[in-house]
Every structure is written in structure tokens, then in C-alpha cells.
């Protein structure tokens, strides 16, 4: 497979990722975070951090709208829940300095 082909799949698999994580607004970044060690604010800092490499300035606002689908605060008010305090030590316990 051609680099250009390789770099069209990876890009469809985020988008679809992406596309997968907003309809799933019943899933907890927390639950994400204890089960996959990363979520969607890991994604959308992965995002602004390949922009960087390629010299292009996005904020963490911006980079954080195209993975929510929504501005940031806007998708806490309106999906994100009270984490359990098992949920917060399973947290600290498996992603220190998360």
C-alpha cells in the first residue's frame, strides 16, 4: 500500500472514530479513561498536537469541537456525569498524572 493510500485510511478509521464517539454520548470519557486509556479530550489533544507538527496553530477550544461535535462546555452540560468516587479511584489508580 502507497503512503498516500495508508494516510486516507488512517484519517477515514479517526473520522469514523470520531463520528462513533459522538453518537455515543452515553459513554463517560471517565469509563473511557479506566477501560481504553484515552478519551476524547486525549483524541482532540492528539489532534491539535499533529497540527503543531505541520505549523498549524489550533486551540485546544477548537480541537476540542471537532472531536465533541459541539463546543466543549456544551456537551458537559448537556452529557457528562458525576464520576462515581470508584470511578475517580480506579482513575488515579491505573493513569497517574492523567
Given at each position: 500500500m502507497d503512503e498516500k493510500t495508508q494516510i486516507e485510511l488512517e484519517a477515514a478509521a479517526f473520522r469514523r472514530l470520531r463520528d462513533h464517539l459522538q453518537k455515543r454520548t452515553d459513554v463517560q470519557n471517565i469509563d473511557m479513561m479506566n477501560l481504553a486509556g484515552f478519551c476524547r479530550n486525549c483524541l482532540s489533544n492528539w489532534y491539535q498536537d499533529a497540527a503543531g507538527e505541520k505549523g498549524?496553530?489550533?486551540?485546544?477550544?477548537?480541537?476540542?469541537?471537532?472531536?465533541?461535535?459541539?463546543?466543549?462546555?456544551?456537551?458537559?452540560?448537556?452529557?457528562?456525569?458525576?464520576?462515581?468516587?470508584?470511578?475517580?479511584?480506579?482513575?488515579?489508580?491505573?493513569?497517574q498524572g492523567h
Open positions: 498549524i496553530e489550533i486551540d485546544k477550544a477548537a480541537a476540542r469541537e471537532l472531536v465533541y461535535g459541539m463546543p466543549y462546555e456544551e456537551w458537559r452540560a448537556k452529557y457528562q456525569t458525576e464520576a462515581t468516587a470508584e470511578q475517580m479511584a480506579k482513575l488515579k489508580d491505573s493513569h
